[in-house]
Nanobody, 130 residues
Framework: VQLVESGGGSVQAGNSLRISCLAS????????LGWFRQAPGKEREGVAS?????????AHSVKGRFTVSKDNAYESLYLYLQMNSLKPEDTAMYYC???????????????????????WGPGTQVTVSS
């Protein structure tokens, strides 16, 4: 599995941006994916998560402004994060991540904890100016 983010950039506060993540070699049918971010001098934090059944989870700081979605393709998957009403405090490096494949007897639960994810992309920078 390889994850590569794209779509980052610089925007003014109040504007929108959509970042993407291509997960190649992705053959899982039951999984959860996540978006994380890390600002300079701060710890990496979970932003949004989506599982293969469509269930989602958002951090309180982005709920109502950010929307996570996915789009399946043959042995690949696209993960998106639509970010609206951006604020300067949203400035960070954004990373997509994938959890391990889940067997059918394990419930799918979206999660924002780093320990739930095993594959990571290199990140894409999002800068929001006031």
């Amino acid at each position: 599995v390889q994850l590569v983010e794209s779509g980052g950039g610089s925007v003014q506060a109040g504007n929108s941006l959509r970042i993407s993540c291509l997960a190649s070699g992705y053959r899982y049918s039951r999984y959860c994916l996540g978006w994380f971010r890390q600002a300079p001098g701060k710890e990496r934090e979970g932003v949004a998560s989506i599982c293969s059944d469509g269930s989602t989870l958002y951090a309180h700081s982005v709920k109502g402004r950010f929307t996570v979605s996915k789009d399946n393709a043959y042995e690949s998957l696209y993960l998106y994060l639509q970010m609206n009403s951006l604020k300067p405090e949203d400035t960070a490096m954004y990373y997509c991540a994938s959890g391990p494949p889940r067997p059918v007897w394990v419930n799918l639960t979206p999660a924002l904890s780093l320990s739930d994810y095993v594959y990571w992309g290199p990140g894409t920078q999002v800068t929001v100016s006031s």
